[in-house]
């Protein structure tokens, strides 16, 4: 019998303070969603649609460059933030699982 059951990845998450969080990401999340889940404080008050903007963080270079394009929709939003850097702003709504992100660290974007 084989075991089909699909392991989590792991996340390191850096919330707006500092302080380290390791959390488990489950494959039918989003990363807004584990965040979420996982009491960081994520406000996500969209729901997930790229309409927000509240969902914003960083990745490490290596792990955004693993990631497919921001779509139009996605960029749009977050060249409005303050905090918008051209090589690692994402909103994690928009951030699919992916066995490439198991162990990626994520930083929370400043609230703008
Ligand atoms: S939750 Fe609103 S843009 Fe991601």
Known sequence: M???????????????????HDLEWEPD????????DNDLPILASCGGTASCATCHVFL???VFDTLAERSEDELELLVEAESYRECGSRL???VG?????????????PED
């Open 97 to 109: 699982f992916s066995r490439d992100l198991d162990g990626a660290t994520v930083t929370l974007a």
């Open 60 to 62: 490490e270079q290596e």
């Open 92 to 94: 994690s709504c928009q």
């Open 2 to 20: 084989s075991n089909t059951a699909v392991s989590n990845n792991q996340l390191t998450v850096v919330d707006r303070q500092g302080a380290i």
């Open 29 to 36: 999340q989003t990363m807004m969603e584990a965040l979420r």
